[in-house]
Nanobody, 123 residues
């Protein structure tokens, strides 16, 4: 069992930055693939970024490439999502998730999820 708690969301002006954190407990994340997803009001949950545990390979959805960076600190059992140059269309609830087997974009591959943190980008 893995418990995930996101933090760091908030209200920011367009062009600003936020860093989301995902603190894990119950299991070390050093051998877990980590993912970030988001869900805007009235839309389906979508993939944002992920990182494999074995080689630290990262994947990003096209709309955030060059602006967002996923990272992890295994010593702190925490994953991060650094978000720069934020746009109003980035407004959503952001979720972190873990996967034992896969590190891609498929939601169904992720077994454990946090409760989400709201990110609102004002224009």
């Amino acid at each position: 069992q893995v418990q995930l708690v996101e933090s760091g969301g908030g209200l920011v002006q367009a062009g600003g930055s936020l860093r989301l954190s995902c603190a894990a407990s119950g299991r070390t994340i050093s051998r877990l693939n980590m993912g970030w997803f988001r869900q805007a009001t009235g839309k389906e949950r979508e993939f944002v970024a992920s990182m494999s545990w074995s080689r630290g390979i990262t994947y990003y959805t096209d709309s955030v490439k060059g602006r967002f960076t996923i990272s992890r600190d295994n010593a702190k059992n925490t994953a991060y999502l650094q978000m720069n140059s934020l746009k109003p269309e980035d407004t959503a609830v952001y979720y972190c998730a873990t996967s034992f087997m896969a590190s891609g974009s498929r939601i169904s591959d992720y077994e454990y999820w946090g409760q989400g943190t709201q990110v609102t980008v004002a224009s």
